[in-house]
């Protein structure tokens, strides 16, 4: 179904989320029982540099609906540049988007990518709900294990496309699970594993922002040859701290960040 509007776009983006990472809906489900009312920190895509489906061609249904550019970032190691955007209403969720920076990769790499891209049909990346359309394109077994050889995210768009890869819980807006300490052992009581890469609990209130994640959940994928069973989506968690200011801080810290993006590895 197509949508036009903010909230329904947002409203999209979540249904396909736990259609594919439903253990983001059943720890929703267990702070709702726990009496917590749940706000969504930001929301994560995922895209390549090409021309057609860049940051910014990604950007536009927020730009259109009152978000601005707030910020951008760079994560040399993974090859990948990210920008992110906020709306006036501070209760709607920021915006991140990221982009790997394909002129960084082999030829092969650039190949299989632009293979991908030339099926998107003309103009529909114009559309307000083309971040929530999924896979536009088909992809073989093999040119998905080719990419994963050079690296793991531009497997992980090629194979999911254009969809919220995590959702993040506004640690800030809970009672009783306000220190993510706390919060991360709630989860691992529940059986939930944690990406632990660079410990459970990336960054620290010096730097004013406090994140962790789940690990991927493993969905079986159909692509145009076979299936496999891959890592999908994940869900955030993220504290916030006061600047000197006394405002709160809103941006994100690469070096947290690039350890986030380590949620949908695979063999964790």
């Known amino acids: 179904m197509t949508v036009k509007t903010l909230p329904g776009l947002l409203d999209k983006m979540w249904h396909d989320y736990i259609?594919?990472?439903?253990?983001?809906?059943?720890?929703?489900?267990?702070?709702?029982?726990?009496?917590?009312?749940?706000?969504n920190d930001h929301i994560a895509l995922r895209t390549f540099n090409h021309p057609r489906v860049t940051i910014d061609v990604l950007a536009r249904p927020f730009i259109e609906s009152g978000y601005?550019?707030?910020?951008?970032?760079?994560?040399?190691?993974?090859k990948v540049y990210a920008k992110h955007y906020q709306h006036a209403d501070e209760k709607m969720p920021k915006i991140f988007i990221s982009e790997?920076?394909?002129?960084?990769?082999?030829?092969?790499?650039?190949?299989?990518?632009?293979?991908?891209?030339?099926?998107?049909?003309?103009?529909?990346?114009?559309?307000?709900?083309?971040?929530?359309?999924g896979r536009p394109w088909k992809v073989s077994t093999q040119s998905y294990n080719e990419l994963m050889k050079e690296s793991d995210y531009a497997a992980w768009v090629a194979a999911f496309g254009y969809r919220a890869n995590h959702f993040t819980v506004f640690i800030n807006a809970l009672k009783k699970f306000s220190d993510i300490h706390y919060l991360n052992d709630f989860l691992k009581s529940k059986g939930?594993?944690?990406?632990?890469?660079?410990?459970?609990?990336?960054g620290s209130k010096e730097v004013c922002l406090e994140q962790s994640s789940t690990l991927?959940?493993?969905i079986e994928v159909l692509f145009e040859d076979a299936k496999l069973t891959i890592p999908a989506c994940y869900y955030e968690f993220a504290k916030r701290y006061a600047m000197p200011d006394g405002k709160l801080y809103q941006g994100f810290v690469a070096a947290s960040a690039d350890k986030i993006f380590e949620s949908t590895k695979q063999g964790q």
């Open 192 to 202: 939930y594993k944690l990406n632990a890469s660079g410990g459970e609990v990336k």
């Open 68 to 78: 601005k550019y707030f910020g951008d970032y760079h994560f040399p190691e993974k």
């Open 216 to 218: 991927a959940n493993n």
């Open 19 to 39: 259609t594919i990472n439903p253990l983001a809906q059943k720890i929703s489900d267990l702070f709702t029982d726990e009496g917590e009312v749940i706000l």
């Open 100 to 133: 790997i920076r394909l002129e960084e990769f082999s030829q092969a790499l650039q190949k299989i990518v632009y293979g991908l891209v030339d099926q998107i049909p003309e103009s529909k990346e114009f559309e307000f709900d083309f971040v929530s359309g």
